[in-house]
C-alpha cells in the first residue's frame, strides 16, 4: 500500500500533555519499507521533520510546519546471548511499560526499576531513561535506525550512541537524521536487585520485603510512580518537566550552608546531582496554578495541563520555574522535553 500522508493533522493524540496542535503533513510508519518511501514522496521532501513515539516528551508551543513521523514499528524476539546477558530486540513502536512487563513475565528481569515511564521503546535511548538508580544505558546492546541521508539502516553500538544523563547523540549530532527502528536490550542473565535508591528501600521495607525478587522491585517503582505521577489520560503531563541539575562540590557545599535540608546525591569526581523538585518546592511553586497551566501537587517536578492549556502556557510557567530557581538558588534548571 502507498504511504498514507494526512494534511493538517491534529497531533492532540500525539502528545501526553494533551495540547492542540496541527502537522503540516502526519505519517505513520510501521515498515522500513515506508521509510523508503518517505525519503522519496514528493509532498514530503525537503520537509522538516519530527518523529514522534509515544508524546510523552514534547511540549507543542505552536504549529508544526513539516512533517511528523509517528513511529509503530513492532515486534520483541529474543535474538542471542553473550557470557553475561540475554539479547531481546524491540521494535520502536512498542510501548516501554508493556515490554518490561511482558520480559519480566518470561522471565527476563533486569528492566524493573525502570516500569511504567510513559512512551516508546524507540524513544529509550533518545533520553537515556533513567529511574530509581538504574538507566537505559546499562541494559542496551545496540540499536538500527534509519538513516535519512543515506537512505538506509545503520546500527549503532552501546559505545557510539554517547549516552549521558538523560542524554544521548540522538539529542544533538543525530537529532533529526536518523529514527530508531528497533532497540536491542542486554538483559543480565546473573540478576541482582538494584534497591538503594531511598523511595525503593522505603517502600520494599514498608511490605516487609526484605529479599526482594524482580517482581517486587516491579510492584514497588510502579507503586511509587502512580503515588507520585499523574495519570496522563486524565491530567495532561509529560512526566519530569526539569532534570535535576549537576552542580560543584563547592556549589554544594554553599548551598547545603544556606539550605540544610536540601536534598542531594554525591556523583563521581566530586560533582552532585541535586532534587530539582526539592528546589521547585523551596520556591514556594508546588501545587501553583498559572491560568490553565499548573504544578502537580504531590510533585514539583511534574508540569500539568488542568484542562485546555496551550503550549505557549505551560512553557511560560516553566520559564517563571527557571527564574525563581535560578534567582533563590543560583541553579539553572533544564528542561527534559522537546520543545516544538
Request: net charge neutral; hydrophobic share 45%; with cysteine.
Amino acid at each position: 500500500m502507498p504511504l498514507e500522508v494526512l494534511e493538517n493533522a491534529a497531533l492532540r493524540p500525539f502528545n501526553t500533555f494533551g495540547v492542540d496542535a496541527k502537522a503540516r503533513f502526519l505519517v505513520r510508519i510501521g515498515s522500513t519499507d515506508e521509510l523508503a518511501e518517505l525519503d522519496n514522496h514528493p509532498l514530503l521532501s525537503g520537509l522538516k521533520r519530527l518523529i514522534v513515539g509515544g508524546g510523552s516528551n514534547l511540549l507543542f508551543v505552536s504549529d508544526f510546519d513539516g512533517v511528523v513521523v509517528k513511529v509503530d514499528l513492532r515486534g520483541l524476539r529474543e535474538v542471542g546471548e553473550t557470557a553475561d546477558a540475554w539479547l531481546i530486540e524491540v521494535g520502536a513502536g512498542e510501548n516501554w511499560h508493556a515490554t518490561v512487563e511482558t520480559l519480566l513475565a518470561n522471565d527476563r528481569p533486569g528492566l524493573e526499576n525502570l516500569a511504567l515511564i510513559p512512551g516508546q521503546v524507540g524513544a529509550a535511548p533518545i533520553q537515556n531513561i533513567g529511574a530509581y538508580g538504574l538507566e537505559l544505558a546499562e541494559r542496551f546492546n545496540s540499536l538500527a535506525a534509519w538513516d535519512f541521508d543515506q537512505h538506509r539502516t545503520v546500527r549503532l553500538a552501546l559505545d557510539e550512541c554517547n549516552f549521558g544523563y538523560r542524554d544521548s547523540i540522538f539529542k544533538k549530532d543525530l537529532a533529526s537524521g536518523r529514527l530508531i527502528t528497533l532497540v536491542v536490550l542486554a538483559l543480565p542473565k546473573r540478576w541482582q536487585p538494584i534497591a538503594g535508591y531511598a523511595d525503593v528501600a522505603s517502600e520494599l521495607k514498608h511490605r516487609g520485603v526484605a529479599l526482594p525478587t524482580a517482581r517486587d522491585i516491579f510492584d514497588t517503582v510502579v507503586a511509587i510512580r502512580r503515588r507520585k505521577l499523574p495519570d496522563p489520560m486524565s491530567l495532561g503531563n509529560a512526566g519530569s518537566f526539569f532534570k535535576n541539575p549537576v552542580v560543584s562540590r563547592e556549589k554544594h557545599g554553599e548551598l547545603i550552608a544556606r539550605f540544610p535540608s536540601l536534598v542531594g546525591y554525591a556523583l563521581p569526581g566530586g560533582r552532585y546531582k541535586l532534587a530539582a523538585g526539592w528546589l521547585i518546592d523551596a520556591a514556594g511553586l508546588k501545587g501553583a496554578t498559572r491560568g490553565r497551566a499548573g504544578i502537580y501537587e504531590r510533585q514539583a517536578l511534574v508540569l500539568v495541563n488542568r484542562g485546555g492549556a496551550t503550549g505557549a502556557e505551560i512553557l511560560a510557567l516553566a520559564r517563571e520555574v527557571q527564574d525563581k530557581v535560578a534567582e533563590r538558588f543560583g541553579v539553572v534548571l533544564e528542561p527534559e522535553p522537546v520543545i516544538v
